[in-house]
Structure formats: structure tokens, C-alpha cells
């Protein structure tokens, strides 16, 4: 039989967004529980931030043209501190006035009160303006941040803590969201033990399931770990059966090789669809995507997605952040799922081009270049903990110390 050509990373990139059926379902949340959920509607802003021209300093309100001297001596006539609306400002006078407050009308400017000397006769206070103030010095002016009608946030929006404080800003106490997508994930392989259990001869941790379990919990994912699941095929089907009934997405990692022992392939045929591609990717290469139904009588679209990881742990961590990551983006509703990349100076030969797309894990050094984790073998987790990020070494290429190179940091993947 001939082999079909390998998937390049596009491709299969592309393949797996076109399939994606984005959430439908929105809550309306507190503002100060939507940190890192998923913004569904474009919000706009009802009122000017900030609301009325205000102090940026401690100092004192004036009409510019009164203190052109440079050494005008003026009563001050009242005291405005911040959330206080002070009066009309008359001619010839100043207002104490403290970060934050209203501009009183009648005032132009504000002189900070190091540029300012205050003294007390009796029962009034005078203070001397020992500057020439400009027009609008030290005033923040209405809406200078937001103006009202204002598009603040876009839907498709990541909520971080600046876009919580932006929405608290103008007042919105609730945000329209994405409800979090629902991942099962389970793992196969006899020979898969449990950190804290005694390691039999011929068995090893499974790494993979806090792996993957971490990365989706990043995201922002509902998570429903079904363990690991016995090497047989009826075992397989029952637990995706049940996977698919109330989850959108089903990850596993391992088995979907072709050997007797490989059961996911098989049981995801039988309970749905499944497509086996290789990928022109190192490391990584094997990926399976398909989708389970969710009862006997599902129609279109009433399917969970299914993706299949290789079970090598660098395999499973790199496959996941270049297509898992942004399959669950792009269901979240995030349209720009493309990392970003930057341009760094290699601090190393590689000499070893290879016919895939290599991710050589990474770190930045002292020098601000690229040193390379001296083993990048696909089973080498350790890599991905030393590294700062991956390169992107298309097929075939090679790197001379100096080159630049394509560099995809972690901090730029891992959310």
C-alpha cells in the first residue's frame, strides 16, 4: 500500500480550526469571577472615564492667567478632596485640592503643592504660586481614557485582571461569557502507574496525565479525568461512550499506533469517526482527530471532537500547544489563535536537518540568545522544563551559530 505524504503543520492546523463548532451557550458572570473566562459579547462603555476633568496631583486649583508672575499670592478659599465637588472658583483665589478631586469650574490648572508655599494669617490661608502654570496643567480631562460609547472590550476576549479593573472601570458588575468548554480526558496502557504507587518491573508514571491535565486546566477547561483505562477494546468503548455524553471535547494520549495493543483507534471507529494523520512534525508525527457520538441516534453536529496524542511526553506536550491549544481557543471563540513569535540569535549549531518541521526546545541566555537543550530526544520532559520556549526550524533547515531563528516562548502558549 502506498503511504499517503505527511501532513505539514499548516495543514493539519487548518484542518482541525475548518472542523471546529464554536460554544453557543453564555452566563452572565460576576465581574470579579471572570478572571480568565471568555468574553461572548463586545461591551461598551455608558459614561466617560473619567467622568469630569480631575486633579493628576496634591496641589491647588487656579486660573492659569493669575499666576503668570510667577510668585502670585492668592486666598485659598476651600478645600477639595477626591469624591468632594467643590464650588465655582472665584477670581483672584485658589482651592486646595488633592488627587483625583473634580476640577472645580472656574479653574484651568492645577500647580503641584512642591511648587507652592502656604501660610496662615489669622483665620485665612494664602498660598504663594512660586510657578507659571499652563493652561490645563496637571488636569486628566473628561473621557480621556474612555469616552462614552466607547467599544472597551472585543468579543473573543481572554479576561485577564486589566480587562476585569477596564470592565469595573464603567461600572459593569457582570460579564457575558463562554461557558467553559467540557474536556474529558483518560489514558491507556497497562503499564501506566500512579505516582505514590509502588513501580512495578516494566511499568512507568504516567507524566502525561498531569501534563495534559495542567495544560487544559490553563485554558480555562472543565475537566473530567476518567484515569487510566485497561488495554481492551471494550473497556475503550465504554469509557468513550460515557466521555461523549456530556463533554464537547475527549483527549487521550498513547494508543492510537497501529498494533494489537493500540486500542483507541479501533474503539473511536466503532463508537464514531477517526482520521490517522502523520505529520511532518518532530516531535510528534502521529495525530489522530475524529469525533464520538454522543448516543445511537446522533445527528450531525451531536458529537464530541476527539483528539489523540502520542504517548512520548514531549510529543504529547509540543502537539498539544500547536494544534490542541488552539482547537480549544477557537471553539472558546478566540479567532486569533497564531502565537506569537520572535526573531532571536541562535548561540548554537545544529547541524541535523531533518524532513519535519523540528520544535528544538529552548532558553533564553544572558547574552539575549538562544542556548539549546543539549537532548532533544521526544522523551526528554526535562527539556521542556529548562526551556523557555520552542524554534521553529522548518524542514530541512539547519542553524550556524548567529543565525536568527523563529522563537515561540512558553509564556505565550500556556494559556
Known sequence: MEKKPMLSVAQALQTLLQAVRPLQEIEQ???????????????YSTLHVPPMDNTQMDGYAVRAAECQSGQARLPVTQRIPAGVIGQCLDAGTAARIFTGAFIPNGADAVV????????????????????VPQSGEWIRRQGEDIKSG????????????????LAASVGLATLPVWRPLRVAVFFTGDELTMPGEALKEGSIYNSNRFLL??????????????????DNLAATRETLRQA??????????????????????PAVEAEGHINMWQIAVKPGKPLAF?????????????????LGLPGNPVSSFVTFLL?????????????????????????????KADRRNEFL??????????????????????????????????????????????????SGLLY
Open 244 to 265: 461523549a455524553r456530556d463533554h464537547d471535547l475527549i483527549i487521550t494520549s498513547g494508543g492510537v499506533s497501529v498494533g494489537e495493543e493500540d486500542h483507541i483507534r
Open 290 to 306: 475524529g469525533e464520538v457520538r454522543r448516543s445511537e441516534q446522533s445527528n450531525v453536529g451531536d458529537h464530541a471532537f476527539f
Open 29 to 43: 458572570v460576576a465581574t470579579l469571577a471572570a478572571n480568565g473566562r471568555i468574553l461572548a459579547q463586545t461591551q
Open 323 to 351: 494544534f490542541v491549544r488552539p482547537f480549544i481557543l477557537r471553539m472558546q471563540g478566540i479567532q486569533d489563535v497564531t502565537p506569537i513569535s520572535y526573531a532571536m540569535r541562535a548561540d548554537f549549531d545544529w547541524k
Open 150 to 165: 466607547a467599544e472597551i472590550l472585543v468579543a473573543g476576549t481572554r479576561l485577564r485582571a486589566q480587562e476585569l479593573g
Open 112 to 131: 503641584m503643592q512642591e511648587q507652592c508655599v502656604s501660610e496662615v494669617e489669622g483665620d485665612q490661608t494664602f498660598v504663594t504660586i512660586n510657578h
Open 361 to 410: 526546545r529552548a532558553k533564553i541566555n544572558q547574552q539575549g540568545g538562544l542556548a539549546l537543550f543539549p537532548n532533544q530526544s521526544s522523551g526528554v520532559l526535562t527539556s521542556t522544563v529548562w526551556g523557555d520556549g520552542l524554534i521553529d526550524l522548518p524542514a530541512g533547515q539547519t542553524i550556524t551559530n548567529g543565525d536568527m531563528v523563529s522563537f515561540i516562548p512558553f
Open 213 to 230: 491535565t495542567g495544560l487544559l486546566q490553563n485554558l480555562g477547561c472543565q475537566i473530567t479525568d476518567y484515569g487510566i483505562v485497561p
